[in-house]
């Protein structure tokens, strides 16, 4: 649970969690069976991003693809579509998208649209006469890709999963810390010797605190440089620095859940509780800054996002401390604020 389970998820879920979407079928339509008709179906095919579930002359038997979910998208070319376009140089075409998936209808109907418009480009500058001079002044645009120059999905996916990868191990396994010494009943014995009460919150992090670590170091060196091909950029000190930190603030909020349940199942109910909140909330798969109002002020209590803004920061960007000091004192003031309140709570209840 502790190694095996972290590296295998670590590999498997960059794979499947990629927002870029592909195979994306489409009905057509064509009511015309021209050349130039052809020649766009050629064009959508051969992009890559679309699949040609159907073909016909129908828009009615193209609907049923969409009610049956053989097809995401209906584009329907107009009887007459060549011969206008050539004749009054316009033509409208038909595209119905299927809404139920909002990211792949707007992706796909969006893909589709460049497409479009990138044949109407291609068949303008063939009728057009070259002239000497352009009369109409255009600005080019050029773009640069920084940090992921070929728009890899996974390598902005694997810094943040691992890091709530070492989340879980962390906060699963430190939940269930105290609560075992309850179960079987030792922790009277441990309240009767004279151990201080944060040597025994101590004892009970620091070996969590060196196998977070451990996890870490297999996921980034081993599995990300080996798999996935991602070298940081940043200071590694300064990640593992900023790692020790924020594994202290964890695993105190671990033994935090530790000492208020009662039985191990307790504990792995409210660990998960909070697991699933601080997933969906930390920014991984949705940006925090496109949530809403009170959605944002929820991330920005959680201690993953933090984590996560600065492990991509430093992984992919190479930022240098100055850009991530305000993340250390937040993250150290969760250090402080999870271990005492989990120091506090154990003199209360023992």
């Known amino acids: 649970m502790i190694l095996v389970l972290p590296i ?7 794979l499947a969690a990629d927002y870029e979407v592909k195979n994306i079928n489409i009905s057509i339509v064509d009511n015309d069976h021209s050349p130039l008709s052809q020649q766009l179906i050629s064009k959508i095919t051969a992009s890559g991003y679309f699949r040609l579930a159907d073909y016909g002359n129908s828009f009615k038997n193209a609907f049923k693809q969409i009610e049956t979910d053989k097809s995401d998208l209906i584009l329907e070319i107009p009887q007459n579509f060549e011969r206008n376009l050539v004749r009054e140089n316009h033509q409208k075409l038909f595209i119905a998208v ?42 080019q645009i050029v773009s640069s890709n920084w940090y992921n120059t070929f728009l890899n999905y996974q390598i902005f996916m694997v810094p943040g999963i691992l890091a709530f990868l070492v989340t879980m191990v962390g906060a699963y396994m430190c939940s269930l810390n105290i609560v075992k010494e309850k179960e079987v009943g030792t922790i009277e014995q441990i309240n009767v010797t004279p151990i201080k009460k944060h040597h025994f919150i101590l004892g009970k992090l620091i070996p969590f605190w060196l196998i977070g670590m451990f996890v870490f170091t297999i996921g980034l060196f081993i599995v990300g440089r080996l798999i996935y091909g991602i070298i940081p950029l940043g200071s590694i000190a300064l990640l593992y620095s900023y790692l020790s930190v924020y594994l202290i603030a964890l695993l105190g909020f671990g033994l935090l859940l530790s000492t208020y349940s009662e039985t191990q ?4 109910s409210v660990a998960f509780f909070f697991m699933m909140i601080f997933l969906l909330m930390s920014g991984l798969f949705t940006s925090v800054d496109s949530m809403p109002e009170w959605a944002n002020i929820i991330a920005r209590i959680n201690p993953v996002t933090y984590f996560i803004e600065v492990m991509r920061m430093l992984v992919l960007k190479g930022s ?11 993250m150290i003031a969760f250090a ?13 209840t023992s």
């Open 98 to 139: 299927n809404a139920i998936n909002g990211t792949k209808a707007n992706l796909g109907g969006a893909y589709l649209t460049m497409i479009i418009a990138n044949f109407n480009s291609d068949i303008r500058l063939d009728w057009t006469a070259p002239q000497r001079f352009n009369a109409i002044p255009t600005i």
């Open 320 to 330: 240098s401390f100055s850009d991530i000091k305000n993340h250390f004192l937040i």
């Open 336 to 348: 402080i604020f999870f271990n005492g309140w989990a120091i506090l709570n154990y003199k209360k």
């Open 265 to 268: 199942q307790q504990a792995m």
């Open 8 to 14: 295998i998820q670590l590999l498997v879920m960059p």
